[in-house]
């Protein structure tokens, strides 16, 4: 019985190292895959992790239909018992429901990879759908972890160094122009997202005074 399944997680947690491990268990076992991306850090149709690993993949386009994909590989002779889909959270609410129909009509299990909500704390819309049909959702228990060294769970935005909880849900790179100045990403605990205090902002705290930016007193809310 095919099933599709979830592995969410914070930025930083290893999602992609992950994928990448799984189409590799499936494929020894004499399995046949597909792999799924979007806005990979590497460019388009390519999966790749950050411990330097990559395999070819999917590009998945705005409009792209992954059930067909499926069905025009299996067409052309290729068996597809399985699909990987990294980086989910950015796939549209209609291609998870895709993916669903794949376990369900054409027995094709899925495994999907993705961070369960952005920089504002607001889930992602394909995230969301997943959440709403996965068989199991599972948290990844590779934990990324603060600055302060506690466990991380909240993606935040940087902009030019200083945290922002406002902007376009999806920015990849530094080109877009709604969201000009350099763009990164840092993962936190929910204290230091809640206090915007990420690392560089602590770190010029420290050195601004003589206050210990572990203690919440150094860090008010905003
Ligand atoms: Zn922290």
Same mark, same amino acid.
């Given at each position: 019985m095919a099933e599709l399944v979830f592995f969410s997680g914070t930025m930083d947690c290893g999602k992609s190292t992950l994928a990448l491990q799984m189409d590799h268990n499936h494929r020894a076992r004499g399995r046949a895959g597909l792999i799924f991306t979007r806005f990979d850090r590497a460019g388009q149709s390519v999966l790749s992790s950050?411990?330097?690993?990559?395999?070819? !993949? @999917?590009?998945v386009s705005d409009g792209l239909d992954l059930w067909d994909v499926v069905v025009e590989r299996r067409t052309g002779g290729h068996r597809v018992d399985y699909v990987i889909c990294d980086e989910a959270q950015f796939y549209s609410p209609a291609q998870v429901e895709q993916l669903a129909r794949l376990v369900d009509e054409m027995d094709v299990d899925v495994f999907a990879f993705g961070i369960t909500s952005d920089f504002r704390t607001q889930l992602f819309p394909g995230s969301r759908r997943l959440i709403e049909l996965a068989d199991k959702v599972q948290v990844l228990q590779v934990e990324a972890l603060c600055w302060c060294g506690r466990r991380a769970t909240h993606n935040a935005r940087v902009v030019d160094g200083v945290m922002v909880v406002e902007g376009e849900q999806v920015v990849v790179g530094d080109t877009e122009a709604a #969201?000009?100045?350099? @763009?990164e990403y840092e993962v936190l605990c929910r204290r230091h997202y809640m206090r915007r205090m990420n690392s560089r902002a !602590?770190? #010029? +705290? +420290?050195?601004? +005074? $003589? @206050?210990?930016?572990?203690?919440? $007193? #150094?860090c008010p809310l905003p």
């Open positions: 950050r411990l330097g690993l990559s395999t070819p !993949a @999917v590009e #969201a000009p100045g350099v @763009v !602590a770190h #010029a +705290a +420290a050195l601004s +005074a $003589d @206050v210990l930016p572990l203690e919440l $007193d #150094a």
